[in-house]
């Protein structure tokens, strides 16, 4: 009989994006795999390879107890109905209610903090109910797997898992689909957001540097690609209107989107596990400039392959941006190869694949 590895997430793009060479893996060694989260248009991808699909609806964000409630019920029918030899969960909620789903039925469960998010990370009522959850949940765990050690310290601190914890290099990226691409020759540098549209990953930042930078330097473009929260919708419509930024929407080919640009800036100061853009940024030989915190600090070497500014701090970021539009067209793209080289050493989702295997196997 086939063991069977059930997975767990919030979000389609987050097992086809940043875990799909593991379950390729899976499914290519023999293991029946199992996802649940709810509908996107990656899980039809993810079936074509024969994965099973469980559709679940979930509230990503909001804390009302009775649809906690019945997200933990779903999760005790689901792994009573698959009955999995492992679970792999990822992301607060599959990763609290999931464990304590599978406690109960006694599953060894493996859980990835991708980030602590806002609520975990600030202190007040959130994240007292949160560490207080993560205990109960977390007590029989078999291993839990950091993306930062800043991530792993909070744990440490407040006595959650010890002795199962992990370090991973974030969800690291693949070198193959993300390959070295051609350093652009026009004269137009142009640099590019790639992140959900919100305040806290640093959008607010990137358009006002966006502004001054375009008065002072005009063979410039600012690009931005992702889903905008509807407080943003209009804003970014005026900037668009003026030709201070482009806004491209959702992007499905990431990897074609940022051979077409110099340099990507993700000024972020929301509790990242570890930046996915920034990586594969890196991957395809561009440079990045982002901010000094954890979760993007790792990924840069300053003056290297890459500039690191503060959070919040616009005009450190136009210092940044400006110093990168100062450097020879050899100069950036000796910075891109530079960044390529950090995440093959360091960032290859092999070691990932490799960390995971070995739990599962175990």
Do not use: W
Request: aromatic share 10%.
């Amino acid at each position: 009989m086939k063991k069977k590895v059930l997975f767990l997430v919030n979000h389609d793009v987050v097992i086809y994006n940043f875990r799909l060479e593991l379950v390729e893996r899976l499914l290519n060694d023999g293991y029946e795999v199992h996802i649940s989260s709810p509908y996107g248009e990656r899980i039809d991808d993810l079936k074509s390879l024969g994965a099973i699909f469980h559709e679940i609806s979930m509230n990503r964000h909001g804390m009302n107890p009775f649809q906690e409630i019945k997200l933990l019920l779903t999760y005790r029918k689901l792994m009573k109905e698959v009955e999995p030899d492992i679970v792999l969960g990822y992301t607060i909620k599959p990763n609290i209610y999931g464990a304590i789903a599978a406690r109960e039925k006694n599953i060894p469960f493996v859980a990835n903090i991708t980030g602590l998010g806002t609520a975990v990370e600030n202190p007040g009522l959130s994240q007292k109910i949160s560490i207080v959850l993560y205990k109960i949940a977390f007590k029989k765990i078999q291993r839990v797997f950091f993306q930062n050690t800043e991530n792993q310290q909070f744990f440490i601190n407040h006595k959650i898992a010890i002795g199962k914890h992990g370090l991973l290099p974030g969800s690291g990226v693949n070198l193959n689909r993300f390959t070295v691409k051609e350093y652009p020759e026009s004269d137009i540098v142009k640099f590019a957001f790639i992140s959900r549209i919100m305040k806290e990953k640093g959008i607010d930042q990137y358009l006002d540097a966006a502004k001054v930078i375009k008065e002072k330097y005009p063979k410039t473009e600012f690009h931005i690609c992702g889903f905008c929260e509807a407080e943003y919708e209009g804003k970014l419509n005026e900037y668009s209107d003026k030709g201070i930024v482009i806004y491209h929407g959702m992007i499905r080919d990431v990897a074609r989107f940022m051979e077409k640009m110099n340099c990507i800036i993700h000024p972020t100061y929301y509790p990242e596990g570890l930046s996915n853009v920034l990586l594969e940024a890196c991957a395809s030989g561009r440079p990045i400039i982002t901010t000094d915190r954890s979760g993007c600090r790792e990924v840069v070497d300053d003056g290297i392959n890459g500039y690191k500014v503060s959070p919040k701090n616009t005009k450190k970021l136009i210092d940044a941006i400006e110093k990168f539009l100062c450097l020879s067209k050899d100069e950036k793209r000796k910075m891109g190869y530079a960044a390529r080289r950090k995440v093959e050493k360091e960032f290859d989702r092999q070691i990932v694949v490799n960390a995971y295997m070995k739990e599962i196997e175990n």
